[in-house]
């Protein structure tokens, strides 16, 4: 049975193990591993992952028989809370496609309703096919943008939202 736990800063280093595994399946075929290795670093360091946590970002793990298969993190955009913002979203390679990316998904909708937010908005590079998951689930695409992130790197990404009011 699939289960959920808020992270706590001891488990960061399950948060990286599993984003890294992720991050080569996903993004090695869209931007290249030398980008994927320069985003690890700098955003998947436990320091960083850290200083994300202090910076409000609750970081979510999706357990099954007692294993950790996924994450995802979150924060809100605004001092009302109305937007919260799905940062991100990583589950074991060989899980994509078992329903465990909407899990997660549900309890960040779950869990930002209940701070009183009305939409959850989410970046997503423009070339992954998880662009299609995220419209099944009900987000459209509301602009797209490049983010300089350092080293002449960039995140081509589309912002995406969906209304989460009841």
């Known amino acids: 049975m699939r289960t959920i736990r808020i992270a706590s800063k001891d488990d960061l280093s399950i948060v990286q ?13 869209i931007i290249g ?16 992952l850290a200083q994300q946590m202090d910076q409000g970002h609750v970081f979510i793990i999706a357990m099954d ?12 955009m605004e001092p009302e809370g109305a937007v919260v913002k799905l940062q991100k979203l990583y589950l074991r390679p060989d899980l994509q496609g078992t329903g465990l990316g909407r899990f ?3 309890e960040v ?3 930002a309703r209940e701070t009183g937010a009305k939409s959850l908005q989410l ?3 423009r070339f992954n096919k ?5 419209e099944k689930l009900g987000f459209a695409v509301k602009e797209q943008v490049d983010i300089p992130i350092g080293e002449r790197y960039y995140m081509n990404d589309f912002v995406m939202e969906m209304e989460i009011d009841d």
């Open 17 to 29: 193990k599993i984003a890294t595994a992720a991050y080569h399946d996903t993004y090695v075929p």
């Open 104 to 106: 997660l998904v549900n």
């Open 130 to 134: 998880a662009k299609g998951f995220y």
């Open 109 to 111: 909708i779950s869990q």
């Open 33 to 48: 591993l030398d980008q994927v290795g320069f985003m690890l670093g700098k955003f998947y360091n436990l320091n960083a």
């Open 65 to 76: 028989e007692g294993q950790d298969i996924g994450f995802a993190s979150y924060n809100r």
């Open 123 to 125: 970046n997503v590079n």
